[in-house]
C-alpha cells in the first residue's frame, strides 16, 4: 500500500508521523510496513472491576497487534469503550476505541477523542452503531447526530486541521489512525467496493469488515476493490471467527444483520463429530486463505465467548509466521502508580493506630 503522507517509494517515509502525530501506534506500523495484522475484539465486562478486563486481555497478549473495546454492541449496555481503553493503555495494550454515533452528540464525541487521545489511545473505529431496538433498553433515546461518514471526518478535521466542528482552534490535536467497518457480504454487492471509497475519501485508513465465511464472494469483492485502487489507499482487514456449532451458524445467519453464512458452511459443521473443533478449523482454513488474497492487509478475530481460542487459532494458521511476538512493555508509571498505591496503604493502615495513641494522650 502506498501512504498519502510522504514519498512512497521512500521507505523512511513510512514510519513519519501524520500530521498532528507524535508517534505511531503499533498497529499502524505494523500495517505500514507491509506485515499482516491481527486485531481482536474483546468482549466488555458487565462489572466496575478493572480486573475483569486485564483477565480478558492478557488471554491475547503476544497474539494481536490491536484490541478493539467495543462501544456498547448490539445497543446493550456493558464497561464503556473509553473506560476500557483507559484500562488497556495503562497496561501497556495497544486499544482500537469504538465510537458508535447511537448514544452521543457531536460535543460529547469530540470529547472522547480528545480525552482518549490523552491517555495514549491511537487507534478510533467509527460507526454509526445498532438501533436501541436491537438492544434489552428499546426504551432508551437514539441520538444519531452523526453517522460513521461524519464522524470520520469530524475526527480527521480535529487531526488534521487541529479545530472543532465549531471552528475553534485545539490547542494539541488527536494523534489517531483512523478506521471504519465494511461488509462485502450484504446486498448490494455492487455498491460495497463504492461505499468503501466514501469512506476511504471521509478520513478512513483502516477496515474492518464483517465476518467471513464465503471466501468466493470476498475475492470478487476483493478484485473489484484492487480494480478502483482502494486497496493502495486504505489497510483492509478482514474479519474471521469460529462456529461454536451448526445451531449456532444458523442463529447467526437469522438473527445478526449482515451475517452470510452459505449453506455448506453449515453442512460441513453437521458433519462434524465434535461441531466446536471443527468451527475452529474452520476459521483457521479461512484465515489462511484469506491471507493469500492480493490487498488484504490483516484479520479481525471476533470470538465472541470464545476468547480462550484466539491465541490457538492464530498460531495453528500461521499467519504471523516469521513475525516476532509481541508482548506488552511496563508504562513507565506503572512502577509509580504501585509505590503510590502502597503509600497510601500504608497511611490508611497507620491511622487508626495514630488516633488511638492520640485519644490516650489527651486521657
Not at 64 to 84: E, F, L, P, Q
Not at 307 to 328: C, D, N, Q, T, Y
Request: charged letters at 25%; hydrophobic letters at 40%; proline letters at 6%.
Amino acid at each position: 500500500m502506498s501512504t498519502t503522507d510522504g514519498n512512497p517509494s521512500d521507505p523512511s517515509a513510512l514510519l513519519e508521523p501524520l500530521p498532528g502525530h507524535s508517534s505511531r501506534g503499533r498497529l499502524e506500523r505494523i500495517l505500514r510496513r507491509g506485515e499482516f495484522a491481527v486485531t481482536t475484539e474483546l468482549n466488555p465486562p458487565d462489572s466496575a472491576n478493572p480486573q475483569d478486563v486485564y483477565d480478558r486481555a492478557a488471554i491475547f497478549e503476544g497474539w494481536v497487534d490491536g484490541i478493539n473495546a467495543v462501544d456498547a454492541s448490539g445497543a446493550n449496555c456493558h464497561m464503556s469503550s473509553v473506560g476500557i481503553c483507559a484500562l488497556l493503555t495503562r497496561m501497556g495494550y495497544a486499544p482500537i476505541l469504538q465510537i458508535a454515533c447511537r448514544d452521543k452528540n457531536r460535543i460529547a464525541i469530540q470529547g472522547d477523542i480528545l480525552g482518549a487521545s490523552a491517555m495514549g489511545v491511537q487507534n478510533i473505529l467509527c460507526l454509526t452503531g445498532d438501533g436501541v431496538q436491537a438492544g434489552d433498553q428499546p426504551g432508551a433515546k437514539p441520538v444519531f447526530d452523526l453517522d460513521s461518514m461524519s464522524l470520520l471526518e469530524t475526527a480527521r478535521t480535529m487531526r488534521d486541521e487541529g479545530r472543532f466542528l465549531s471552528g475553534r482552534k485545539l490547542t494539541t490535536p488527536p494523534a489517531v489512525f483512523l478506521g471504519a467497518v465494511i461488509n462485502p457480504f450484504a446486498p448490494p454487492f455492487d455498491f460495497r467496493p463504492m461505499r468503501l471509497a466514501k469512506k476511504i475519501a471521509a478520513g478512513a485508513q483502516f477496515v474492518q469488515s464483517q465476518y467471513c465465511y464465503d471466501i468466493p464472494m470476498l475475492r470478487e469483492y476483493m478484485k473489484r476493490v484492487r480494480d478502483m485502487g482502494l486497496d493502495e489507499e486504505c489497510f483492509i482487514l478482514i474479519g474471521v471467527g469460529p462456529l461454536a456449532s451448526a445451531r449456532t451458524a444458523r442463529w447467526m445467519r437469522a438473527n445478526v444483520p449482515g451475517v452470510h453464512i452459505p449453506d455448506e458452511i453449515i453442512k460441513r459443521l453437521e458433519g462434524a463429530e465434535k461441531q466446536k473443533e471443527e468451527g475452529k478449523r474452520l476459521c483457521i482454513d479461512i484465515m489462511q486463505e484469506v491471507k493469500e488474497i492480493d490487498g488484504v492487509s490483516g484479520i479481525h478475530v471476533m470470538a465472541y465467548r470464545q476468547e480462550e481460542f484466539v491465541a490457538e487459532i492464530v498460531h495453528e494458521s500461521a499467519v504471523l509466521k516469521g513475525r516476532k511476538p509481541w508482548r506488552r512493555e511496563a508504562m513507565p508509571g506503572d512502577m509509580a502508580v504501585a509505590e503510590r498505591m502502597e503509600h497510601i496503604l500504608h497511611e490508611e493502615i497507620e491511622k487508626p493506630a495514630a488516633k488511638v495513641e492520640e485519644a490516650a494522650g489527651d486521657s
